[in-house]
């Protein structure tokens, strides 16, 4: 069974930065891609930011120039990290893994972004 836990999450002040950590665990054959997404009040489920395999990577328009996905040694970890914060990136952050076409999930991890 594949289990993603997530950590870093937590209150930071407009400006601040936060760096978001994904464990893979279980039996995974292959992992095509490590992402992050997100679920704002009231909002759907978006994608924040993906990297591939390959080392490619994909970020929402909204994070771009302020938030960069990577991917660890450990090949089953990924990290986000998130610098100049505005209140609008408060949200639940989930961690995502891609493994041959299945979607894997974490349970997510509060960011908030309050003064």
């Known amino acids: 069974q594949v289990q993603l836990v997530e950590s870093g999450g937590g209150l930071v002040q407009p400006g601040g930065s936060l760096r978001l950590s994904c464990a893979a665990s279980?039996?995974?054959?292959?992992?095509?891609?490590m992402g992050w997404y997100r679920r704002a009040p009231g909002k759907e489920r978006e994608l924040v930011a993906r990297i591939t395999s390959g080392g490619s990577t994909n970020y929402a328009d909204s994070v771009k120039g302020r938030f960069t996905v990577s991917r660890g040694n450990a090949q089953n970890t990924a990290y986000l990290q998130m610098n100049s914060l505005k209140p609008e990136d408060t949200a639940v952050y989930y961690c995502?893994?891609?493994?041959?076409?299945?979607?894997?999930w974490g349970k997510g991890t509060l960011v908030t972004v309050s003064s």
């Open positions: 279980g039996v995974i054959f292959s992992i095509n891609a």
């Open positions: 995502n893994v891609i493994s041959e076409s299945v979607y894997y």
